[in-house]
Nanobody
Framework: QVQLVESGGGLVEPGESLKLSCAAS????????MRWYRQAPGKEREWVAL????????NYADSVKGRFTIGRDYNKYTVYLQMNSLKPEDTAVYYC??????WGKGTLVTVSS
């Protein structure tokens, strides 16, 4: 069965960086586009970033463009989200997504001084 396990969240100060990981299993990773979403307290879940199956296409929400980078490692079946210049408004639970119905449990990122 499909499993997505996020890790790498934590508490950081504004301007600092974090790198999230999503370990994937149970499907053909090399042919799957992957996405990151986030949900801030009291808000709806929002899309953050996308990477195509080949890794050649990436796309980002305007709110994170230029600060976040999505990547993937086919040998490790892992998707990454490098987050730089973090802001308090980036505070959220970050979720890895595959397809319509497959989600991880999320990892909490808190940006606060």
């Amino acid at each position: 069965q499909v499993q997505l396990v996020e890790s790498g969240g934590g508490l950081v100060e504004p301007g600092e960086s974090l790198k999230l990981s999503c370990a994937a299993s149970g499907f053909t990773f090399s042919t799957a586009s992957m996405r990151w979403y986030r949900q801030a307290p009291g808000k709806e879940r929002e899309w953050v970033a996308l990477i195509s199956a080949s890794g050649s296409i990436t796309n980002y929400a305007d709110s994170v463009k230029g600060r976040f980078t999505i990547g993937r490692d086919y040998n490790k079946y892992t998707v990454y989200l490098q987050m730089n210049s973090l802001k308090p408004e980036d505070t959220a639970v970050y979720y890895c997504n595959y397809g319509i119905n497959h989600w991880g449990k999320g990892t909490l990122v808190t940006v606060s001084s």
